[in-house]
Each structure stands twice: as C-alpha cells, then as structure tokens.
C-alpha cells in the first residue's frame, strides 16, 4: 500500500509569490491534515479536511488556505509569501480524522527568500 | 485551550541504556488521546505509541512504554535498550476525544543514542 506523498519535496520562492503544496494520501483514507513544522514550534495545525470539507483550521492567517477534492487528494496554497512561511510543511492523512493513528508524507520543505 | 510542553530540547543515551522523554500537557477535557510520533532524520514521522485518558493501564509497545499520571497531566516516554536507530526527533501529541478533528503538537525532543 503506498503512503502519503507530498510534492514537491523541496522549493524555494521569494517574497510575495504564491505556493501550492500537493497531498495524496494513503488509499481509501478520507481526513487529511496539514501541519507546519519549524525549528522550536514544533508542529502547528493548519486545517484538516474530510470528504472535501473543511472541519477546522488553525490559527494561521488567510494567506493560508487548502481544498480537498472527491480522490481525496488536498492541496494547499500559501499567497504573499513571507519569509517566516520557510517551513516543512507535512501533510498527514487517516481513515476518518478520529482518534486514530495519523500517517505523514515526508514534507514538502519551502524555502522563501 | 489545550497545550502540550516538552521541556527536553534534546537529550542523549547510550546504546542499551534506558532514557525517558517528558511530555506535559493541559486540559480541561475528561477525554482524550496522547501519543508518541518519531521523526527520524529526513524520514517520515511514525506513530510511537497511544494512550487512552479513559484507560488507567499504561500502554507498551515492545521497547517502548508510557508513564501516564492524568491527574498530573504528564505522558512520559520510556526507551528501553536503546538503539542506534531510536535516535530521531519525538513529538508529544494530544487530541480531544471530541469536537475539534486536530492534533495539538509538542516542540520535540531531540534523542541522541551514542555508541
């Protein structure tokens, strides 16, 4: 069974471009979610999504938005890029987002300058 | 809201010996999953190991157990004999057992399994 892939793995952009960041997940999981990982925070909750819906977001900007389509497959966007936003960005994916285990992609590591 | 405190940036065992990783978290919720993800270096993050607040027995997964005190809210990690490849990045997890569908992540721990 494939895991959760991530593309691109590696990009670098400057200021005020936009991003797209891809996510398949494992087949037949329905909940993805997207987290940015930094050097001292840790992991930081961006949004989850389940059968094309939003079900919660984090506290980041509106810069930062995503989509699921109905394959399951979530891509997010990051417009006006600062460069705060440089960041591994992992996407994680499960059977139904309950309490179940999460399976991460390996990342998509963004580099703004 | 929730929060999750590693207070260990980093931390160092030697090969066979034992190391426990510190995870405190705050909650006002009765219901709730704590877990354990390891990331190793450039590698995909993995689930370590789970625990139900519900369940007073602590979970094991072979090498790897908990110490799980609700009413200190503390989730420590135990690394029994250690191994060269235990060496990566731990990440204590919370989530509610009900409502909101995200993971409150902690900073890391660092773990490094000298020779």
């Known amino acids: 069974k494939a895991g959760v892939t991530q593309t691109p793995r590696y990009l670098i952009k400057t200021r005020g471009q936009q991003v797209t960041l891809s996510c398949s997940p494992i087949?037949?999981?329905?909940?993805v979610s997207w987290y940015q990982q930094t050097p001292g925070q840790g992991l930081q909750f961006l949004f989850e999504?389940?059968?094309?819906?939003?079900?919660n977001k984090g506290n980041f900007p509106g810069r930062f938005s995503g989509r699921q389509f109905s394959n399951s497959r979530s891509e997010m966007n990051v417009s006006t890029l600062e460069l705060g936003d440089s960041a591994l960005y992992l996407c994680a994916s499960s059977l139904t987002g309950y309490a179940g285990e999460l399976f991460f992609g390996e990342g998509s590591r963004l580099t703004v300058l | 809201a929730q929060t999750v405190t590693q207070s260990q940036p980093e931390m160092s065992v030697q090969e066979a010996e034992t190391v426990t990783l510190s995870c405190t978290y705050d909650t006002s919720e009765s219901d709730y999953y704590l877990f354990w993800y390891k990331q190793p270096p450039s590698r995909q993050m993995i689930l370590v190991i789970r625990q139900e607040a519900y369940k007073q027995q602590n979970a094991t997964e072979n090498r790897f157990s908990v110490n799980f005190q609700k009413a200190a809210k503390s989730f420590s990690l135990k690394i029994s004999d250690s191994q060269l490849g235990d060496a990566a990045m731990y990440f204590c997890?919370?989530?509610?057992?009900?409502?909101?569908?995200?993971?409150?992540f902690g900073t890391g721990t660092r773990l490094k399994v000298l020779a």
């Open positions: 997890a919370y989530r509610s057992a009900i409502g909101t569908y995200k993971y409150i």
């Open positions: 999504y389940f059968s094309e819906t939003q079900r």
């Open positions: 087949s037949g999981h329905r909940s």
